[in-house]
């Protein structure tokens, strides 16, 4: 088992910066990959951007591309997602996730473990 807990949402305002932190526990050494996705009112959940934990990979949405950096922290076995130049169309609940053996970063589906999700609201 793996256990996330997210933290640091919050609002902000347009053209603001957020950093959202996801630490990780249980059994880490068994994790791939760590993603974030986000899901907004009556939208499906969609990927955000992920990173290998061992190798340091980053993958990132096209809409997020420039505007949010991902890393992680292996001795604090933390995940962080870097947003800057928000936009309203980023308010969402952000969900942090981990990957155990899928390989892929981009679905949903694939990823074992989730997080309980942090707001992120972007006010125009």
């Known amino acids: 088992q793996v256990q996330l807990v997210e933290s640091g949402g919050g609002l902000v305002q347009t053209g603001g910066s957020l950093r959202l932190s996801c630490a990780a526990s249980?059994?880490?050494?068994?994790?791939?990959?760590m993603g974030w996705f986000r899901q907004a009112p009556g939208k499906e959940r969609e990927f955000v951007a992920a990173?290998?934990?061992?190798?340091?990979?980053?993958y990132y949405a096209d809409s997020v591309k420039g505007r949010f950096t991902i890393s992680r922290d292996n001795a604090k076995n933390t995940v962080y997602l870097q947003m800057n130049s928000l936009k309203p169309e980023d308010t969402a609940t952000y969900y942090c996730?981990?990957?155990?053996?899928?390989?892929?970063?981009?679905?949903?589906?694939?990823?074992?473990?989730w997080g309980q999700g942090t707001q992120v609201t972007v006010s125009s």
């Open positions: 990173i290998t934990w061992s190798g340091g990979l980053t």
């Open positions: 249980g059994r880490t050494n068994r994790v791939y990959a």
């Open positions: 996730a981990a990957e155990i053996s899928s390989r892929i970063v981009y679905r949903a589906r694939d990823y074992d473990y």
